[in-house]
């Protein structure tokens, strides 16, 4: 079991940065999946990105070359760095830690002005 704490979110304009920070309350060392997902208004969860123990990431396609997932093992925390920003960007990020059962956190608003 593990509790997710995201931070980092605000009010940014087009084009651009913010870097979310996930804290987890144990040890991610051996958490097999981390990964940052966004809801926007009205619509459903989506994917954004993922990082797995050994290193490996992904994107989805709207996001890539734009953020960047990392994960600092010492400090118990995932990031995400987002630069160049759309409006499109706009939405709650949730972090997400994926073990025997997957476990989020409560979300960080970002919302960028065009």
């Known amino acids: 079991q593990v509790q997710l704490f995201e931070s980092g979110g605000g009010l940014v304009q087009t084009g651009g940065s913010l870097r979310l920070s996930c804290a987890a309350s144990?040890?991610?060392?051996?958490?097999?999946?981390m990964a940052w997902y966004r809801q926007a208004p009205g619509k459903q969860r989506e994917f954004v990105a993922v990082?797995?123990?050994?290193?490996?990431?992904n994107y989805a396609d709207s996001v890539k070359g734009r953020f960047t997932i990392s994960r600092d093992n010492g400090k118990n925390s995932v990031y995400l760095q987002m630069d160049s920003l759309k409006p499109e960007d706009t939405g709650v990020y949730y972090c997400?830690?994926?073990?025997?059962?997957?476990?989020w956190g409560q979300g960080t608003q970002v919302t960028v002005s065009s």
């Open positions: 997400k830690a994926t073990i025997h059962s997957m476990y």
């Open positions: 144990r040890s991610i060392v051996s958490i097999p999946t």
């Open positions: 990082i797995t123990s050994g290193g490996s990431v």
